[in-house]
């Protein structure tokens, strides 16, 4: 069922160099009046929160004032962030490129009304991770959100457009901060949506070289995952201690590919395994997937994949300066790596207590692992593509309970020892 909440993208990624340069300075004027109406917001929610509490909905005029201010707000945050190049209105009427639908009122729950902060509090942990505040971004200092703004100000004032995945991987933390809003503001009773999915309706269909497959069917062991730090233990020594050798075997792929344009293949797949091991280890210390891996990185073994295609042709400008070419992946990937240690802490209470893991929290740590083990893939040569930032149709799970495991690929067999 659609969340009651939802954002709706028709940015055509064409940015103005001269609004993008003065950015900051433009939307002064409406950070000062969202200050302004955020005062009268504020009484607005403690009335909406009592006549809620009493009535079991809120009353239309309530809702439809503080929803004209969350959408408004969520055009400030978007053009701040360069998510969108129109000037915004100022008054949250206006079709936005970056808009916010938000249902009718409903019934809520008295007793989800009185405990709404408590219980919004693990949704706040990832907003904030993403957008590095709650409200959608409008007082943040890091995150997702504030990452992709920085490197998209950077792509934008070079191109004149920004680049479709940090534009989408933006607009999946502001959907969350928004849906998170509506829910501390009592718009909805609908917990907000961690899905990736979920949070834009149209998604690029990619073919990268390096993917990830989910065929999880969500079920947790309680007992594995009380015990999963400790159950993790032997895989992080392993993996530290192949580690060592893939660090030879980098520098050795860097000259070798420096030379040749082209990577060894022994060299390709012994680096290959070691990535999909490494993805298979996360994914379990992470609760994105349930059963104990094996310690080989053998393909078509675990439910989350690290797919590798065969080696490729590179361009031995790009080899030669790779480690600086992948500093802005680097930045984006510090912003995952914080979202799947979140997903990982809040799944852990949840799959204790459930047996399962919720989808949302399992398809935003999914993302982030993806995002990640890319960026492994490019830093160790493995590929010459960049990291894809924003979610993409490809990353859409099976059927839970799907035996989707692919076959082995034969560029991407671990050597044998």
Same mark, same amino acid.
């Given at each position: 069922?659609?969340?009651p909440?939802?954002l709706?993208?028709?940015?055509?990624?064409?940015?103005s160099?001269?609004?993008v340069? &003065?950015?900051l300075?433009? =939307?002064i004027p409406?950070?000062i009046?969202l200050?302004?109406?955020?005062v009268?917001v504020?009484?607005?929610l403690?009335?909406?929160?009592?006549v809620?509490?009493?009535r079991?909905t809120?009353p239309?005029?309530l809702h439809g004032?503080?929803?004209q201010y969350?959408?408004y707000?969520?055009h400030?945050?978007?053009?701040?962030?360069l998510l969108?190049?129109r000037y915004?209105?100022f008054?949250?009427?206006?079709?936005?490129?970056?808009d916010?639908?938000i249902a009718?009122p409903?019934r809520q @729950?008295?007793?989800?009304?009185?405990f709404?902060?408590p219980?919004a509090?693990?949704? !706040?942990?990832?907003?904030?991770t993403?957008?590095?505040?709650?409200g959608a971004?409008?007082?943040?200092y890091g995150g997702?959100l504030?990452?992709?703004?920085?490197?998209?100000?950077?792509? =934008?004032?070079?191109r004149a457009?920004?680049?479709?995945?940090?534009?989408?991987a933006?607009?999946y933390a502001v959907?969350?901060?928004a849906?998170?809003?509506?829910?501390l &503001?009592l718009?909805?009773?609908r917990?907000?949506?961690?899905?990736p999915?979920a949070? !834009?309706?149209?998604l /690029?269909a990619r073919e990268? /070289?390096?993917? *990830?497959?989910?065929?999880?069917d969500?079920?947790r062991s309680?007992l594995?995952?009380?015990?999963?730090?400790?159950l +993790? +233990?032997p895989?992080?020594a392993?993996?530290y201690?192949?580690?060592v050798?893939?660090?030879l075997?980098?520098?050795a @792929?860097w000259?070798?590919t420096?030379?040749a344009?082209?990577?060894?293949e022994?060299l390709?797949?012994?680096? =290959?395994a070691?990535?999909r091991y490494?993805?298979q280890v996360l994914a379990?210390a992470?609760?994105i997937a349930?059963p104990f891996?094996?310690f080989?990185g053998?393909p078509?073994?675990?439910? +989350?994949?690290?797919?590798?295609?065969?080696?490729?042709?590179?361009n031995r400008?790009?080899v030669f300066?790779?480690?600086l *070419?992948?500093?802005?992946?680097?930045?984006?990937?510090?912003a995952y790596?914080? *979202?799947l240690?979140?997903?990982?802490?809040?799944?852990?209470?949840?799959?204790l207590?459930?047996?399962?893991?919720?989808?949302?929290?399992?398809?935003a740590g999914?993302?982030?692992?993806?995002?990640?083990?890319q960026?492994?893939a490019?830093?160790?040569?493995?590929?010459?593509?960049?990291?894809?930032?924003g979610?993409?149709a490809?990353d859409a %799970?099976?059927?839970p309970g799907a035996p989707? &495991?692919?076959?082995?690929? %034969?560029?991407s067999q671990?050597v044998p020892?």
């Amino acid at each position: 069922m659609s969340h009651p909440v939802k954002l709706v993208v028709t940015d055509d990624l064409q940015r103005s160099r001269a609004s993008v340069f &003065f950015r900051l300075l433009l =939307a002064i004027p409406h950070l000062i009046w969202l200050a302004l109406w955020g005062v009268a917001v504020a009484f607005a929610l403690v009335a909406n929160w009592f006549v809620t509490l009493v009535r079991g909905t809120s009353p239309r005029a309530l809702h439809g004032f503080i929803a004209q201010y969350l959408r408004y707000e969520i055009h400030v945050v978007a053009y701040l962030n360069l998510l969108a190049n129109r000037y915004p209105g100022f008054d949250g009427d206006d079709e936005y490129p970056v808009d916010l639908v938000i249902a009718e009122p409903a019934r809520q @729950n008295r007793w989800t009304v009185f405990f709404r902060f408590p219980l919004a509090y693990p949704a !706040l942990l990832i907003a904030a991770t993403l957008a590095g505040g709650v409200g959608a971004g409008t007082r943040s200092y890091g995150g997702l959100l504030v990452t992709v703004a920085v490197l998209g100000w950077f792509a =934008a004032l070079v191109r004149a457009r920004t680049p479709r995945g940090l534009r989408d991987a933006g607009a999946y933390a502001v959907s969350y901060g928004a849906q998170t809003s509506a829910y501390l &503001f009592l718009l909805t009773d609908r917990y907000p949506d961690s899905d990736p999915q979920a949070a !834009l309706g149209d998604l /690029p269909a990619r073919e990268d /070289p390096v993917t *990830l497959t989910v065929a999880d069917d969500l079920r947790r062991s309680r007992l594995t995952v009380f015990f999963r730090i400790l159950l +993790v +233990v032997p895989h992080f020594a392993w993996l530290y201690l192949w580690g060592v050798v893939v660090l030879l075997a980098w520098i050795a @792929n860097w000259f070798a590919t420096l030379f040749a344009g082209r990577s060894p293949e022994a060299l390709h797949r012994f680096i =290959a395994a070691y990535l999909r091991y490494g993805t298979q280890v996360l994914a379990y210390a992470a609760l994105i997937a349930n059963p104990f891996p094996g310690f080989t990185g053998k393909p078509g073994t675990y439910p +989350v994949e690290l797919v590798v295609a065969g080696r490729q042709r590179q361009n031995r400008w790009t080899v030669f300066f790779r480690g600086l *070419l992948a500093l802005p992946a680097l930045l984006i990937s510090g912003a995952y790596v914080s *979202l799947l240690a979140t997903v990982a802490i809040l799944g852990w209470c949840s799959a204790l207590v459930r047996g399962r893991m919720p989808i949302g929290l399992r398809n935003a740590g999914a993302l982030a692992l993806r995002y990640h083990e890319q960026l492994n893939a490019y830093v160790f040569l493995v590929t010459p593509s960049y990291p894809y930032s924003g979610p993409t149709a490809a990353d859409a %799970p099976t059927t839970p309970g799907a035996p989707a &495991f692919l076959p082995p690929e %034969p560029d991407s067999q671990p050597v044998p020892a």
